[in-house]
């Protein structure tokens, strides 16, 4: 990769009075009932970028997407709550544009004083942010571009995302990585350069389809690739096991078994795990071998036998990378599992990575000590896009 133009070059040239607009991935989980934001680790992860771009005295311009809504605006994934406790972080108000690239926007941008920031509202509630068509993007991005003399991209968690925000307002700007994306980068490029051995790689989440393309890419680098989470019950099958009514990707079966055949004995898939009547957090549960799950229960997250079995190779390991967790943590009954591999994690004399907005949100729910890792990531699938050796829009658009 050639190296990027940094935050570090932008503030030598002085960006007093300038308008510098910033891509942040303020994409926090919020409270279903409440709407209130329940991990603001995403925030915080950008303050580096965005307090020095103040304490420069930068007019700071600041987008992101949240959720998912369709092209157009949506009150339920409205940045409004997000510029609130962004100002509270800041210790400054942050003035928050009710649209993206309209009226509101403009006079907010106009009326920033330097040394003040402002939130653009959601960048998904504009087609053109998402869209597959390069002109209808471009347009938008020539919006956008009009709020700043130049970009700063920090938003890690969305350079995975040809984006108008991620991939082509730097073509229309001077562009720079911020101090998130860069710190992201060169973490992560230790993991795909030649890490210190032995390399263990822990996988969890639900979906094996999602995981896929990385256990191929890892396959031939890591030493041993530890699988957990909903995701082990389709190799458990490919295993020949009955999984009841666990998650289970059928189509991928064969997929698994292949992989499980190639890996030279590499993969650990789970030996005993907590099932239970349904998903729910009150639901009767017991732990059982894999050899024994019971036709109408649904296994919730690894067993102790797995999970001293994981933590064993956890505790041999020099460099560990994490994602997703092992069992459904956000309920207790089904959260040691999760648990007990973060903390192998923190016990291993490794350098350890955790990657993926859900496994950090498990870090950070259960207790758990964020500076006893290594690095935490804020990209789910950006690290593991990265992993894969894929070119990420965001960062190949930063390095032109
Ligand atoms: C994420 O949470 O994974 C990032 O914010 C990217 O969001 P997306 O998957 O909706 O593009
Ligand atoms: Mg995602």
């Known amino acids: 990769m050639s190296a990027l133009r940094t935050l570090d070059d932008l503030l030598a040239?002085?960006?007093?009075?300038?308008?510098?607009?910033?891509?942040?991935?303020?994409?926090?989980?919020?409270?279903?009932?409440?709407?209130?934001?329940?991990?603001?680790?995403?925030?915080?992860?950008?303050?580096?970028?965005?307090?020095?771009?103040?304490?420069a005295g930068a007019k700071v311009v600041v987008c992101s997407h949240l959720g998912r809504p369709k092209g157009a605006p949506d009150p339920q994934f409205s940045l409004g709550p997000v510029a609130g406790r962004l100002g509270e972080l800041l210790g400054a108000p942050v003035h928050f544009a009710t649209d993206t690239v309209g009226d509101s926007a403009r006079s907010t941008v106009a009326d920033l004083a330097d040394g003040q920031v402002a939130l653009l509202e959601n960048l998904r509630f504009n087609a053109g942010e998402t869209s597959k068509d390069e002109a209808e993007r471009g347009a938008f991005a020539d919006q956008l571009a009009a709020f700043g003399d130049a970009y700063v991209d920090d938003a890690f968690g969305a350079v995975h995302r040809k984006h108008a925000s991620v991939f082509d307002v730097p073509a229309r700007l001077p562009h720079v990585a911020g101090r998130l994306v860069l710190r992201e980068v060169e973490v992560l490029s230790k993991l795909t350069g030649d890490p210190e051995r032995p390399y263990v790689v822990v996988l969890g989440g639900s979906k094996v389809s999602d995981k896929l393309a990385v256990i191929e890419a890892l396959l031939p680098t890591v030493d041993r690739l530890l699988i957990g989470g909903g995701m082990c019950f389709t190799f458990l099958k490919a295993q020949g096991l009955e999984v009841g009514t666990s998650l289970l990707e059928k189509d991928m079966v064969d997929t698994c078994r292949n992989?499980?055949?190639?890996?030279?004995?590499?993969?650990?898939?789970?030996?005993?795990?907590?099932?239970?009547?349904?998903?729910?957090?009150?639901?009767?549960?017991?732990?059982?071998?894999?050899?024994?799950?019971?036709?109408?229960?649904?296994g919730l997250d690894v067993g102790p036998e797995t999970v001293a079995g994981f933590s064993a190779a956890l505790s041999q390991a020099k460099t560990i990378f994490w994602n997703g967790p092992m069992g459904v943590f956000e309920m207790p009954a089904f959260a040691a599992g999760t648990r007990g591999i973060a903390e192998a994690i923190t016990k291993a004399d490794a350098f350890s990575v955790v990657g993926g907005g859900d496994s950090a949100a498990a870090v950070r729910a259960l207790g758990l000590d964020e500076s006893s890792f290594g690095h935490i990531s804020t990209g789910g699938g950006a690290s593991l896009e990265y992993l894969e050796g894929k070119t990420l829009p965001g960062i190949a658009a930063l390095e032109n």
């Open 13 to 55: 040239e002085g960006v007093s009075g300038r308008r510098v607009l910033v891509r942040a991935d303020l994409n926090v989980p919020l409270d279903k009932q409440t709407g209130a934001i329940t991990d603001d680790g995403r925030i915080r992860a950008v303050l580096p970028t965005l307090g020095a771009l103040v304490e």
């Open 259 to 298: 992989l499980l055949e190639r890996s030279g004995g590499k993969i650990m898939v789970p030996v005993d795990v907590v099932v239970a009547d349904a998903f729910a957090p009150d639901a009767a549960h017991d732990t059982v071998r894999v050899d024994g799950i019971p036709s109408h229960r649904l």
